[in-house]
């Protein structure tokens, strides 16, 4: 592993011709930034001893709580009796929305989203009442007993059901460039086509979970499995009709988020916490896995109808894509999931004319939510299946297309306005990927394979990825964090980020040891906790280590300012010529350990802890206008992957992924290779494995890992190659480094453009009929389909 991650750290070696550090950072000796550190729970996590809410000592007399729940989609509650419930030996009580003191309300935004359905029902699974007993395994029987009328109505299930309706959980938006149907109306060759992406169950190790602890004085303390504690405590406090100072809602670590708790980690806190103020006793939530999938929202799954006019080389003159998305029975989040969709329409790709819009329509399905890329997958695939199709339509190679319209100086501008500053790493990235994985070489190899191979078809793809980063709703872009240095020069930090394995924690930490210019074991890593610092933005939008690492690097700064400024007074040297490095402080000609200049500087009435803030600069946007800079940069990436296909049975595999992304200059290289190998694994699950199946009644049939099937060891490729670009970030982020958290997950489109090129060889005449997922069943359909013999 050293090994491997010395190869692939920035480096202008292998022939990677990268630009040089920005910022006053060339040659500067740096002791824990771009070190390979291992992730400061990784022992914890092999051993099995890492501790999650389910492993926190429980209070005694802890209460357990289960939620009941709807058996129809679609309805009026008419009556609900309870008293078997309550007759149940071990059950506390029964909350239903009648107990709630507050708002029946646990949405992020809208008002949408009721904690217990209170007359409508409106998705299968609903929350009705939640019981609460003395163990889980009462509760979970006892809510079984409940007995309601439910006046059912047919409910809607797809994106043809809800335009049949005319239902929308928010208006429709849309933004672009020109006249696009005209420029697609005047060229030469024009293509249009339906195009569906799936959703994606989010399937994290830990599931929903919350302990909620009742304090004096109508205190209370959350303990909650969530990428955004603040939005917890606030909501929490909304039900519980308390201001959100009398809430603390703490997070040590997830087992995996990827967006699934962001927002929907919230219900489950609140029905705790609910629990806890009612019975006056800790209480605790743990949703079983089934309950877990029925109950929390999915990635958006797309119905995008597209029209797309281009010339000879494959150059789109004009493109309109419509982006119908599923997002359930609620809003949620499903606002900035579509806009990002809606942002990411172009990918790396100039388009003189163009049109996105788009429909966030309601279905009677349990609420879709944030997933990792945030809409912008969805987006970004519909861009790609096109540049195939104008492919197998010109005959050129599909690599040829998309340098076609790959965006150049002069022609940099996205469809929603923002200027496109780094097209020489796109065109970089992609140049040197395409050499080092060797794609021209395999073209013709597999070319030779197919014709001499009429079952066996394998296929090759290359495609680049473009993803900005920030949070599209601007106020999020901002954080805090906590310092403090104590007087034996251990350092207490703490921020507004979670850790849900993605090594965020270490990160930060390396950050202010770096600052410091102390040993890492210098300093404490503390749970989140909206006690400390507040207010704070989810973990999300991939802006965990932009944010939270700036915020304790000014922290740091500050405090370690006010040291030097002591010391220079002390010592009578000029603050220019104190230096922090090697667990020391070198004053002049002297030196003292880092621990005796804190103790001399609490001996002399030093302040040594800090809140520190930050706030992405630059970023802004008019949404009403569709004007602005929605991101602070985008981070590229490109992925070439290779599959093989039995045209026969639909059964495939990938053989080789070769990797190239742009991290800036990585604060970590072992964390960042980490997250985009993970990343792109879990991008080919929801590309080619994982399929949502709901039946015509609105219960999902796909709600355990026996129906669900997400990527496994034997799935990596054996071939697996992944390297950094070298490559400073232009803005002023943390050490010039760049986001690494969502770009990763759309490098996994290669492996789906690979899967319908194989197919395509099956009739390079025909266009390959393939959404995703590409399962097995849907690349034998695909098959059959070009064979002449669709499938019923």
């Given at each position: 592993?050293?090994e491997?991650?010395?190869?692939?750290?920035?480096?202008?070696?292998?022939?990677?011709?990268?630009?040089?550090?920005?910022?006053?950072?060339?040659?500067?000796?740096?002791?824990?930034?771009?070190?390979p550190l291992?992730?400061?729970s990784?022992?914890?996590?092999?051993?099995?001893?890492a501790q999650?809410?389910?492993?926190?000592?429980?209070?005694?007399?802890t209460?357990?709580v289960?939620?009941?729940?709807s058996?129809?989609a679609?309805g009026?509650?008419?009556s609900?009796?309870?008293?078997?419930?309550?007759a149940?030996?071990g059950?506390?009580?029964?909350?239903?929305?009648?107990?709630?003191?507050?708002?029946?309300?646990?949405?992020p935004?809208?008002g949408?989203?009721?904690?217990?359905?209170d007359?409508?029902?409106s998705?299968?699974?609903?929350?009705?009442?939640?019981?609460v007993?003395?163990?889980?395994?009462?509760?979970r029987?006892?809510?079984k007993?409940a007995?309601?009328?439910?006046?059912?109505?047919?409910?809607?299930i797809?994106?043809?059901?809800?335009?049949?309706?005319?239902?929308?959980?928010?208006p429709?938006?849309?933004f672009?460039?020109?006249d696009?149907?005209?420029?697609?109306?005047?060229?030469?060759?024009?293509l249009?086509?339906?195009?569906?992406?799936?959703?994606q169950?989010?399937?994290?190790?830990?599931g929903?979970v919350?302990?909620a602890?009742?304090g004096?004085d109508?205190?209370i303390?959350v303990?909650?499995?969530?990428q955004?504690?603040?939005e917890?405590q606030?909501?929490v406090a909304?039900?519980?009709?308390?201001?959100?100072?009398y809430v603390?809602c703490e997070?040590r670590r997830?087992g995996?988020?990827?967006?699934g708790?962001?927002?929907?980690?919230?219900q489950?806190?609140?029905?705790?916490?609910?629990?806890?103020?009612?019975?006056?006793?800790?209480c605790?939530?743990r949703?079983?896995?089934?309950d877990d999938f029925?109950?929390?929202?999915?990635?958006?799954?797309f119905?995008?109808?597209?029209n797309?006019?281009?010339?000879?080389e494959?150059?789109?003159?004009?493109?309109a894509?419509?982006h119908?998305a599923?997002?359930g029975?609620?809003a949620?989040?499903?606002?900035?999931?579509v806009?990002r969709?809606m942002f990411?329409?172009?990918?790396a790709?100039w388009?003189p004319?163009?049109?996105?819009?788009?429909?966030?329509?309601?279905?009677n399905?349990?609420?879709n939510?944030?997933f990792?890329?945030?809409?912008?997958?969805?987006?970004?695939l519909?861009?790609?299946h096109?540049?195939?199709r104008?492919?197998?339509?010109?005959?050129?190679d599909?690599?040829?297309?998309?340098?076609?319209?790959?965006?150049?100086p002069g022609?940099?501008?996205?469809?929603?306005?923002?200027?496109?500053?780094?097209?020489?790493?796109?065109?970089?990235?992609?140049?040197?990927l395409?050499r080092?994985s060797?794609?021209?070489?395999?073209?013709?190899e597999?070319?030779?394979?197919?014709?001499?191979?009429?079952?066996?078809?394998?296929g090759?793809?290359?495609?680049?990825?473009?993803?900005g980063?920030?949070f599209?709703?601007?106020?999020?872009n901002?954080?805090?964090?906590?310092?403090h240095?104590y007087?034996d020069?251990s350092?207490?930090?703490?921020?507004g980020?979670?850790?849900m394995?993605?090594?965020?924690?270490?990160?930060?930490?390396?950050?202010?040891?770096e600052?410091?210019g102390?040993a890492?074991?210098?300093?404490?890593?503390?749970a989140t906790?909206?006690a400390?610092?507040?207010?704070?933005?989810?973990?999300a939008?991939?802006?965990?280590?932009?944010?939270?690492g700036m915020?304790?690097?000014?922290?740091a700064?500050a405090?370690k300012?006010r040291?030097?400024?002591?010391?220079?007074?002390a010592?009578?040297?000029p603050?220019d010529?104190i230096?922090?490095?090697?667990d020391?402080?070198?004053?002049g000609?002297?030196?003292?350990?880092?621990?005796e200049?804190?103790?001399?500087?609490?001996?002399?009435r030093v302040?040594?802890s800090?809140?520190?803030?930050?706030?992405t600069?630059?970023?802004?946007?008019?949404?009403?206008?569709?004007?602005?800079r929605?991101?602070?940069?985008?981070?590229y990436?490109?992925?070439?992957s290779?599959?093989?296909v039995?045209?026969?049975?639909?059964?495939?595999?990938?053989?080789?992924?070769?990797i190239?992304?742009d991290?800036?200059?990585?604060?970590n290289?072992a964390i960042d290779?980490g997250q985009?190998e993970?990343g792109?694994v879990?991008g080919m699950g929801?590309l080619?494995?994982?399929?949502?199946?709901?039946d015509?009644?609105g219960r999902?049939l796909t709600?355990?890992p026996?129906?669900?099937?997400?990527p496994?060891?034997?799935d990596?490729?054996?071939?697996?190659r992944?390297?950094?670009?070298p490559?400073?970030?232009?803005?002023?982020?943390?050490?010039?480094s760049?986001?690494?958290?969502?770009?990763?997950?759309?490098?996994a489109?290669?492996v789906?453009?690979?899967?319908?090129?194989?197919?395509?060889?099956l009739?390079?005449s025909?266009?390959?009929?393939l959404?995703?997922p590409?399962?097995?069943e849907a690349?034998l359909?695909?098959?059959?389909?070009l064979?002449?013999?669709?499938?019923?």
């Amino acid at each position: 592993m050293n090994e491997r991650l010395k190869m692939d750290a920035p480096t202008s070696s292998s022939g990677f011709e990268g630009k040089e550090e920005a910022g006053g950072e060339q040659g500067e000796s740096l002791r824990h930034i771009r070190q390979p550190l291992p992730h400061d729970s990784g022992i914890k996590h092999v051993q099995g001893i890492a501790q999650y809410i389910d492993d926190i000592r429980e209070p005694d007399g802890t209460l357990h709580v289960a939620i009941g729940q709807s058996p129809k989609a679609r309805g009026r509650l008419l009556s609900l009796d309870v008293s078997a419930v309550h007759a149940q030996p071990g059950v506390v009580a029964v909350l239903t929305a009648r107990d709630i003191p507050g708002r029946n309300d646990v949405s992020p935004a809208f008002g949408d989203d009721p904690l217990f359905a209170d007359g409508e029902i409106s998705f299968q699974g609903q929350a009705i009442f939640a019981v609460v007993a003395t163990s889980r395994d009462i509760a979970r029987r006892a809510v079984k007993r409940a007995v309601m009328e439910i006046e059912a109505e047919k409910p809607s299930i797809t994106v043809e059901d809800a335009l049949e309706r005319g239902e929308t959980v928010l208006p429709d938006y849309a933004f672009g460039r020109g006249d696009a149907n005209a420029a697609i109306a005047q060229s030469p060759y024009r293509l249009e086509g339906h195009f569906r992406v799936g959703g994606q169950e989010h399937f994290y190790l830990e599931g929903q979970v919350a302990l909620a602890i009742p304090g004096e004085d109508g205190d209370i303390h959350v303990y909650s499995s969530t990428q955004h504690p603040t939005e917890v405590q606030h909501v929490v406090a909304r039900v519980l009709d308390t201001p959100d100072a009398y809430v603390v809602c703490e997070t040590r670590r997830m087992g995996g988020g990827f967006g699934g708790k962001e927002s929907q980690a919230t219900q489950w806190a609140v029905t705790a916490a609910l629990a806890a103020r009612i019975t006056g006793r800790a209480c605790k939530l743990r949703l079983d896995r089934d309950d877990d999938f029925i109950l929390t929202g999915k990635r958006h799954d797309f119905r995008c109808d597209w029209n797309v006019g281009f010339d000879d080389e494959g150059r789109i003159q004009g493109y309109a894509v419509e982006h119908l998305a599923r997002c359930g029975y609620s809003a949620d989040l499903s606002g900035g999931v579509v806009d990002r969709a809606m942002f990411h329409s172009d990918n790396a790709y100039w388009m003189p004319a163009v049109h996105v819009g788009s429909k966030r329509l309601k279905t009677n399905t349990v609420s879709n939510t944030a997933f990792r890329g945030f809409g912008g997958p969805q987006g970004m695939l519909a861009i790609e299946h096109v540049m195939d199709r104008i492919a197998w339509a010109t005959g050129r190679d599909p690599l040829d297309v998309r340098y076609a319209n790959f965006y150049t100086p002069g022609q940099n501008l996205t469809p929603f306005g923002m200027e496109v500053e780094e097209t020489d790493t796109l065109h970089g990235l992609v140049r040197t990927l395409e050499r080092t994985s060797d794609y021209r070489a395999r073209r013709e190899e597999i070319a030779a394979f197919n014709a001499s191979s009429p079952i066996m078809k394998r296929g090759l793809s290359l495609t680049p990825v473009k993803f900005g980063i920030s949070f599209t709703l601007t106020h999020l872009n901002q954080a805090g964090a906590l310092v403090h240095v104590y007087q034996d020069g251990s350092v207490h930090l703490n921020h507004g980020g979670t850790e849900m394995g993605q090594g965020l924690y270490i990160k930060v930490a390396q950050v202010v040891a770096e600052e410091f210019g102390i040993a890492m074991e210098r300093v404490r890593i503390t749970a989140t906790t909206t006690a400390k610092v507040p207010n704070t933005s989810p973990t999300a939008a991939s802006s965990g280590s932009d944010l939270n690492g700036m915020a304790a690097q000014i922290a740091a700064g500050a405090i370690k300012r006010r040291m030097a400024a002591y010391a220079a007074e002390a010592y009578g040297v000029p603050e220019d010529q104190i230096e922090f490095r090697d667990d020391r402080v070198f004053i002049g000609n002297e030196s003292l350990t880092f621990t005796e200049l804190a103790k001399k500087c609490v001996l002399g009435r030093v302040q040594l802890s800090e809140a520190g803030y930050y706030r992405t600069p630059k970023v802004t946007w008019d949404r009403e206008k569709a004007t602005g800079r929605p991101f602070f940069y985008f981070a590229y990436g490109a992925a070439c992957s290779e599959v093989i296909v039995d045209t026969l049975t639909g059964e495939n595999r990938l053989l080789r992924a070769d990797i190239l992304h742009d991290v800036g200059r990585s604060l970590n290289p072992a964390i960042d290779i980490g997250q985009i190998e993970g990343g792109f694994v879990q991008g080919m699950g929801w590309l080619t494995t994982e399929e949502l199946v709901f039946d015509s009644e609105g219960r999902l049939l796909t709600h355990a890992p026996s129906t669900y099937k997400i990527p496994v060891a034997s799935d990596v490729p054996a071939d697996f190659r992944v390297a950094l670009y070298p490559n400073a970030n232009r803005e002023e982020t943390v050490y010039r480094s760049k986001a690494v958290g969502e770009p990763p997950i759309m490098l996994a489109n290669s492996v789906f453009c690979a899967l319908a090129d194989a197919v395509h060889a099956l009739d390079p005449s025909k266009p390959v009929p393939l959404d995703a997922p590409a399962t097995p069943e849907a690349i034998l359909r695909a098959c059959e389909a070009l064979r002449g013999r669709p499938m019923g």
